[in-house]
Every structure is written in C-alpha cells, then in structure tokens.
C-alpha cells in the first residue's frame, strides 16, 4: 500500500502543480481594430510631392485588458508580434502602449511599452503589470508609405501573449 | 479499476481549468491601411498672356511661344498606369492656332507637341507612379494674316489625368 503511494505520489504532485500554476494564469482580451486610411490629402504639399511617409492611429480605437491573475503582485509580461495578409513589404508597423493603468485590481509598471517599437512576425516582449487591468490603450505607427504604394488595402494581425512570470 | 477512474477524474479537475486559461492567453487585432487611388496635378500659374504682333515682311506673322509655366503631377498608379490629356474649353479664333507641349516626368513620354482644341488629346503617356513638379509646359499661340485683327480671348486649357486604355 505504501509502496502504490510512493509510485503515485510523483505524478499526483506534477499534476497538481500543473493546475496550481496554470489555474491563476492570466488571461488577455482586446477591443477595437485599428483602419487607417490614405487619401491624397495626405501630400505633403499638394500636387509634385510624396505623401506624408508616417501615419498614427487613434489610441481610443484599440484597447488591451488583463484578466484571471492571482493578486495584484501576481506578474505578467505581453508579447507581440505581427502575422502579415495583405501587407507591403516596404511597410513598418510600430506599436507603443498610449495609456497607463493602475488601478485597484492591477497595474502596468511603467515607463514598459510606452516608446514605439517595431512589430515584426516574431514574439517580442512589449510591456509588463501585475494584477487585473482593463482600458490600456495601443497606439500604432506605419511608416514607409509612399506614392510607389499600389493603392489597395493592406492587413496585418497583432496578437498579443500574456505571459505569467 | 475503482482507482484508475480516481486517477482519471483527478488528471481532468486538475487539467480542465489549465486549458481554459490557456486557451485565452493571447488576443488578436487587425490593423488595416487602406491606400486610396492618388491622382493630383496642378500648374504653376493660373493664366498666361501670348500676342502675335509681328511678321517678317513676306511671311506670315511670327508665332509666339511661352515656356512660362509647369506642372507638377503625383500618383500612385500602375506602371504605365496614367496619360495626361488637354482639352480646350472653346475653340481659338478662327485661323488662330494654340499648341501645346509637356515634357515627361520620369518614367513616362511626352506625346510632343499638339493642336489644342476642344477634344481632349494626348499630350503625356506612359506615367508611373510619381511625385514631381517642374516639369515643362510650353505653349506656341500662331495666326496668319487671314485671322486679322482679333480682340484677347481667354481660353481655358485644363490638364487630366486619365486612365491609360
């Protein structure tokens, strides 16, 4: 009897510890898609010049929450990449966090994720908090658009990977 | 068995809400940039001024010619996307001739010189996408004798951008 615990008592234990761990795992939801649109009012001066080679979104359109973490001090990081549908190549896609949240349930640590940084199609670490947050704001940057641009609408998703650290 | 169906149900309490919480730890957005069709020119003066008032003895009288003014022209068509016409909006006087030449922003071919009248002609084809200003207009204004003495008239040339066909 004692002998059928012992051979149990590891694999009862790693399983438990995998649903301790995993259980309070934070969760990440967001809201909002961001459409920008590029017409000729954006010439930098008219007729004979190039558009205006950067364009900012709205930080209002796009939010960012963080749920199911532990406690306030329970920590967690978001990554992000990119995964390209329609997208030029001659196009960068910058991203930075536009809002600061420090709420009673959570915070984000500042000053994380509040300067652009690219977006490319690898996982990249992009800011941390802890706890519960909801309303952060994402604000995103396009460079490289030009006249030499086919007019055509072009897509990429962002997904975001809360992590629990 | 009756311990086998105990290990069973506990791998599954332990591992249900794991995969619940995975399932949640990332969130997409779309980011889309919609690039409109660009097609912008425009000249360096609104209005220009030619009078024929001489002639060589035996001739007819001499023609006047005005380098004066330029255009400037963005788009962000195809290759060999665009042409530009000229067209007038009245007919010159009678044994008048107005003609008019482009020069070609890169990429593209000036058609040389033509006849204005109020049929739109072809005077730039060829045109990539561009953004460039400068670029020549020159207008030639003849009459021969037969016209006589003719009071100013305005005439009003426009330049557009058309589909190439």
């Given at each position: 009897m004692i002998k059928k615990i012992f051979i149990n008592l590891p694999v009862i234990a790693l399983l438990f510890l995998c649903g301790r761990m995993n259980a309070h795992s934070p969760s990440i939801t967001a809201t909002g898609s961001v459409s920008m649109t590029i017409t000729s009012a954006d010439l930098q001066s008219g007729a004979g010049s190039d558009l205006t080679s950067f364009y900012e979104s709205n930080p209002a359109s796009v939010t960012v929450a963080v749920s199911g973490a532990a406690s306030l001090a329970d920590e967690w990081l978001i990554n992000v990449?990119?995964?390209?549908?329609?997208?030029?190549n001659n196009f960068h896609l910058y991203i930075r966090r536009a809002s600061g949240e420090d709420l009673p349930t959570g915070h984000v640590h500042e000053p994380t994720g509040t300067t652009y940084q690219e977006v490319t199609g690898s996982d990249q670490y992009f800011f941390d908090g802890s706890g519960n947050i909801t309303g952060v704001q994402m604000q995103f940057k396009v460079s490289g658009v030009s006249v030499q641009i086919p007019p055509a609408n072009y897509q990429t998703t962002i997904t975001y990977t809360v992590v629990d650290i | 068995m009756k311990r086998k169906l105990c290990v069973l149900s506990l791998v599954s309490l332990l591992l249900l809400p794991a995969g619940l919480v995975?399932?949640?730890?990332?969130?997409?957005?779309?980011?889309?940039?919609?690039?409109?069709?660009?097609?912008e020119i425009s000249v360096s003066a609104a209005t220009l001024s030619m009078t024929v008032s001489a002639a060589?003895?035996?001739?007819?009288?001499?023609?006047?010619?005005?380098?004066a003014t330029t255009y400037a022209l963005t788009t962000n068509c195809a290759t060999d996307g665009k042409k530009i016409t000229a067209i007038l909006n009245t007919a010159v006087p009678t044994n008048t001739t107005l003609k008019i030449t482009l020069a070609a922003p890169t990429g593209a071919s000036s058609e040389g010189q033509k006849t204005l009248t109020t049929s739109a002609v072809n005077v730039v084809t060829g045109v990539d996408a561009v953004a460039e200003s400068g670029i020549q207009i020159s207008y030639e204004f003849s009459a021969t004798v037969a016209a006589g003495v003719v009071s100013a008239t305005d005439v009003v040339v426009t330049l557009t951008i058309a589909d190439t066909v």
């Open positions: 990449h990119k995964t390209d549908s329609t997208w030029h | 995975q399932a949640s730890n990332q969130a997409t957005q779309t980011v889309t940039l919609a690039v409109s069709a660009i097609n060589t003895a035996g001739s007819q009288p001499t023609a006047v010619t005005n380098t």
